[in-house]
Each structure stands twice: as C-alpha cells, then as structure tokens.
C-alpha cells in the first residue's frame, strides 16, 4: 500500500471525524466503514467520485457499495478491495472491512494498517 495514503487513513480513522458504519462503504451519511473513509479521502485529494447511497461511484460500474472501486484501490495500492493481510494472531488472512462489519474500532483498524502497511 502507498506509504503517504496509509498515513492519512490512518489519521482519519483516528481524528473521530468519522462516524463508524457497517455493511456498505457509507451506509448513513454520516457513517462510514473503514473503505469508505478511504473512498472519502480519494474524493477529497482527486475531485473525482461521488456518494450515491452506500456507494462510492467515480464511473458507472463502480455500484458494488462494500468495496471500494478500482480508481480508489489504484490511487492507494491497496492489494485486495476488502483490505486482506496475513494475520499472525488467527494464523490466517484476515480483511480491514471484516474486521470494520464485526465491531473493531476504527483506532483499532488504525493500528492494524499501521502494523501491516507493506501487506496490505
């Protein structure tokens, strides 16, 4: 994953100015899962993209709404859309919108990007 785009997820997702969501990349206007902050923050940088619901559309196939799309994950380098990364405590691949649909914080999703930046 790009170095610089992983340091400002990782300081979005702790500065609270997100509220925390589930299930979809902003499933409320003021929610977010973990994705959609990184969707939020390529909208912010590039100018491109927009919220359609749940979804973060930057062209008209991007209407999946649980990952982000391609336009993102490239600008990022996020390996997989869901945020996979080996984890040595499950001893097994693990994904950041599991984690997010599951309860972990966003300050705990923080600390895991943080930790796993060249896997992910």
Not at 54 to 62: A, E, L, P
């Amino acid at each position: 994953m790009n170095p610089k785009v992983a340091a400002t997820w990782v300081a979005a997702l702790r500065s609270g100015e997100f509220g925390q969501g589930t299930n979809a990349l902003r499933p409320k206007p003021e929610e977010y899962c973990c994705l959609g902050v990184l969707c939020e923050l390529f909208r912010r940088e590039t100018g491109q993209g927009m919220w359609g619901g749940g979804h973060f559309i930057v062209d008209s196939d991007d209407r999946q709404g649980i990952v982000p799309p391609a336009a993102v994950l490239g600008w990022a380098g996020l390996r997989t859309p869901e945020g996979e990364f080996y984890h040595s405590a499950t001893d097994g691949f693990v994904t950041l919108s599991v984690l997010n649909d599951e309860g972990m914080p966003f300050a705990a999703i923080a600390d895991m990007i943080e930790y796993n930046v060249d896997e992910l």
